[in-house]
């Protein structure tokens, strides 16, 4: 009798984790962009992916329209509206200081792709270990990047600062707005997922820190009649996270975790990075196309720039002071790794 019972108990326990290893879990993704916007087919590539290598032990769905605004992903991820999201790091400041880094003026002289991969390698390098987004109850998949923030304008091209004092400006919130403060001009700042609100409705005439293929996406390409454009002269540079909550990864078992995490992390970087450089390749094309007039930024405009931002340099250094950070060392890595990863 009593190895009977033994025998059952065993081969229920035995079924228990059997049927464990094998439940399904279903990550639900919410992307706050509309769907002409590049980052929907790297991302839902990835999410087939994470399908294919757990065995459909995990699989992504992605909701159909967004169900939260730009600076509420993690905010709707935490209440429960959906599990993962990816979000700009410009409105994480209080929870992930480190991120702040990753966003000052200037320190982009790269392609997306290869600052994204220079991104994860930093944050595995320097920021990893703070495991200040965790705090917050989300664990972080990937980081990655845009190409940098130009100025465009519905007149002639902005070429300094005095320019900008002379417009009614839109910046993107985060590292462009801050600049744009300190050099004392006056202008409304937002996601970039808002600009239409304001170039469609003339509200404004110049807007700052956004990309070629974001000035396009999101509905400026009639107001654009100039650009003034840079490689190694990015006002900014929206990086962003890509994240599940917490709660949802520790439904995941340790090996499919591995397995995701294996084509998340730098993989996923470089390949949504790849996908912003395409895009904005072609982006450019259409602004030239439509006749807009594409000028490079001056060297004395980026220094003007620079001088005005060095209240943002200083704040990071007190910011990292506090945690336990070298302000220089992530700083110079990330050059490093931008120019090692294809610049």
């Given at each position: 009798m009593f190895l009977k019972t033994l025998f059952a108990t065993a081969l229920a326990v035995g079924m228990l984790a059997s049927s464990a290893a094998n439940a399904q879990v279903k990550i639900l993704v919410n992307i706050f962009v509309g769907p002409a916007h590049f980052i929907h087919a790297p991302y839902k590539a990835w999410g087939v992916e994470v399908g294919e290598v757990t065995g459909g032990r995990v699989t992504v769905e992605f909701l159909p329209a967004s169900a939260a605004p730009p600076p509420?992903?993690?905010d709707g991820a935490l209440a429960g509206n959906f599990d993962g999201a990816f979000m700009f790091n410009g409105f994480n400041g209080k929870r992930a200081p480190f991120t702040q880094m990753l966003l000052l003026p200037f320190l982009m002289e790269g392609s997306a792709e290869a600052g994204s991969v220079a991104t994860w390698r930093t944050y595995e390098k320097y920021f990893n270990?703070?495991?200040?987004?965790?705090?917050v109850g989300i664990t972080p998949l990937s980081y990655f990047q845009f190409p940098g923030g130009h100025f465009f304008s519905s007149g002639d091209p902005i070429m300094s600062i005095a320019d900008l004092k002379s417009r009614k400006m839109w910046a993107l919130a985060g590292t462009p707005t801050r600049v744009l403060k300190l050099?004392?001009?006056?202008?409304?700042?937002?996601p970039a997922a808002r600009l239409a609100e304001f170039v469609q409705n003339n509200t404004v005439d110049g807007v700052a820190g956004i990309s070629q293929d974001a000035i396009i996406t999101f509905g400026g390409l009639q107001f654009t009649k100039s650009a003034t454009v840079r490689s190694n002269a990015r006002l900014g540079v929206p990086n962003f996270i890509i994240f599940v909550t917490t709660k949802k990864w520790k439904e995941i078992s340790a090996t499919d975790q591995a397995a995701i995490r294996k084509i998340s992390g730098e993989t996923l970087a470089r390949t949504i990075g790849r996908a912003a450089d395409v895009s904005e390749t072609k982006r450019r094309q259409q602004l030239l196309d439509k006749g807009v007039k594409i000028v490079e930024t001056p060297e004395s405009f980026k220094q003007e720039l620079l001088k005005v931002s060095a209240p943002l340099f200083d704040a990071w250094k007190k910011s990292a002071a506090k945690m336990g950070v070298d302000p220089q060392a992530p700083i110079d890595f990330y050059k490093a790794e931008t120019a090692a990863a294809g610049g």
């Open positions: 509420k992903q993690i270990h703070l495991g200040q987004f965790e705090k050099a004392g001009v006056d202008h409304v700042a937002g």
